[in-house]
T-cell receptor, first 116, second 114 residues
Framework: GAGVSQSPSNKVTEKGKDVELRCDPISGHTALYWYRQSLGQGLEFLIY????????KSGLPSDRFSAERTGGSVSTLTIQRTQQEDSAVYLC??????????????FGPGTRLLVL | AQSVTQLGSHVSVSEGALVLLRCNYSSSVPPYLFWYVQYPNQGLQLLLK??????LVKGINGFEAEFKKSETSFHLTKPSAHMSDAAEYFC????????????FGQGTRLTINP
């Protein structure tokens, strides 16, 4: 079946502009995660959605970052007033239920963001 | 807080040689541990995971890892390296606080020499 998909695959933007990154999880997966992969910080957790529960936003680095998940499926990560330090690969993952620690998270190919 | 340390940001082995990628974790509770592989310009793919069922875990592509509580380690091994194993490898531990988020190590880039 189809895996996690993300769009765009690459995004170049100018400092100060807003960007939106999209994630389509595996069909039927109720848990969705965003991670950021950057040279200086490695792989970091950003935000987690599980069903209708309030999202865990504990990893968002600043209030310029926000995310939503519509209809329990597609998610959009928005970065406002982008800064050069936001340049990174943004990875989305999904899992079936998110209720057991043993679950496997399936990752998308990522969106490579470059802020000039 | 849980954390993961991967010793060696770069490892280079000859084709056919043993692959050993080191991972040590810090956790105040029994951990759940994972190894992921990332090929160039691709997302992360699960190699294997430890969930307390067995200390020796076998994964895909001939990889395995052994959980050693006394050493707080979860090293990844493969008896004979193949050129296709060249990639970046990440060890991760589940954060038990609420969300099932993963805490990753810094990654180890594996190079295979012909």
């Amino acid at each position: 079946g189809a895996g996690v998909s993300q769009s765009p695959s690459n995004k170049v933007t100018e400092k100060g502009k807003d960007v939106e990154l999209r994630c389509d999880p595996i069909s039927g997966h109720t848990a969705l995660y965003w991670y950021r992969q950057s040279l200086g910080q490695g792989l970091e957790f950003l935000i987690y959605f599980q069903g209708n529960s309030a999202p865990d936003k504990s990893g968002l680095p600043s209030d310029r970052f926000s995310a939503e998940r519509t209809g329990g499926s597609v998610s959009t990560l928005t970065i406002q007033r982008t800064q050069q330090e936001d340049s990174a690969v943004y990875l989305c993952a999904s899992s079936l239920m998110g209720s057991t620690i043993q679950e496997t998270q399936y990752f998308g190919p990522g969106t490579r963001l470059l802020v000039l | 807080a849980q954390s993961v340390t991967q010793l060696g940001s770069h490892v280079s082995v000859s084709e056919g040689a043993l692959v050993l990628l080191r991972c040590n974790y810090s956790s105040s509770v029994p951990p759940y541990l994972f190894w992921y592989v990332q090929y160039p310009n691709q997302g992360l793919q699960l190699l294997l995971k430890y969930t307390s069922a067995a200390t020796l875990v076998k994964g895909i592509n001939g990889f395995e890892a052994e959980f050693k509580k006394s050493e707080t380690s979860f090293h990844l091994t493969k008896p004979s390296a193949h050129m296709s194993d060249a990639a970046e490898y990440f060890c991760a531990v589940s954060d038990l606080r609420g969300a099932q988020k993963l805490v990753f190590g810094q990654g180890t880039r594996l190079t295979i020499n012909p």
